[in-house]
């Protein structure tokens, strides 16, 4: 899984159509909600399927799709600089990080035996992080409105 | 891969790819894409260290919960980005954030 989800993230970059793009973006997300199961994290693997499969990635593959016009596939191709400067970037956060994290003593533990149970989760939330999910929900609500918003298409013709 | 560390080197080639994707590309699609993709670094590294490292015994559903609230910030900030690329779209007749100036001072 760890392989479709590296691959998904390159294609999801390097695709030459933008709608390739999404659905290997998809495919990431796909094998992170797996990795979540491997995890011992239904709850969080379930809602990264929720959340992000079936609203983020078809989201935006609609966007795509719907407004398919020439100035979206338009990709300018980035100056050689450019790009290398990218891989070095690219390798040199994924070398440091990983010698960083094999340097530790990491590999040694195991995951621990009782992992929390939806219960526990949905508990944590309806108790201690109740005010973070009452603020999350005017933020989705205020994020939804302002994109409504900003997307509306004046018919009557008067400035907006 | 079913030791910590596996995860985590999982995590951080995600990264990498994502900061990959925002050095080199300046179509905003793509840019939404690399973002995405570093968020889920983080979430996958939360989840990793709660399950194997946890807190308290007690109470080690923390960092799921966290990643829960974080998946959900995600979207909503996805669909304001798409949004906002809808409108730079209608603009600009591009969404080539190079080209975007109009902000710029």
């Known amino acids: 899984m760890a392989v479709v989800t590296v691959g998904g993230a390159i294609v999801s970059l390097e695709a030459k159509e933008l709608v390739y793009g999404a659905i290997g973006l998809a495919g990431s997300l796909f094998g992170v909600a797996t990795l979540f199961f491997l995890l011992n994290a239904p709850y969080v693997a379930a809602f990264q399927l929720a959340v992000y499969i079936g609203a983020v990635a078809v989201l935006i593959l609609f966007t795509v799709m719907l407004v398919r016009q020439e100035g979206w596939a338009k990709e300018v191709r980035p100056k050689s600089t450019t790009t290398v400067a990218g891989v070095i970037a690219a390798v040199a956060v994924i070398l440091a990080l990983t010698f960083a994290v094999l340097a530790t003593d990491l590999s040694r533990y195991t995951i621990v035996a009782n992992t929390a149970t939806y219960v526990d989760v949905g508990r944590l939330i309806s108790t201690g992080y109740a005010p973070v999910l009452e603020v999350l929900a005017l933020v989705l609500a205020a994020s939804i409105v302002g994109a409504l918003a900003l997307s509306r298409v004046d018919r009557e013709g008067d400035a907006s | ?105």
């Open chain 2, 1 to 105: 891969m079913n030791s910590l560390s596996d995860f985590v080197v999982v995590s951080a080639l995600l990264f990498g790819i994502g900061v990959y994707g925002l050095v080199t590309k300046r179509n905003a699609m793509r840019l939404l894409f690399a973002v995405e993709l570093m968020i889920n670094a983080a979430n996958l590294n939360f989840v990793a260290f709660n399950q194997y490292l946890p807190y308290q015994e007690a109470s080690n559903a923390v960092g799921q919960t966290v990643v829960l609230f974080s998946i959900a910030l995600a979207a909503a900030e996805a669909a304001v980005i798409l949004a906002i690329v809808v409108v730079a779209y209608r603009l600009h007749n591009d969404i080539d954030v190079s080209e975007m100036k109009t902000l710029e001072g």
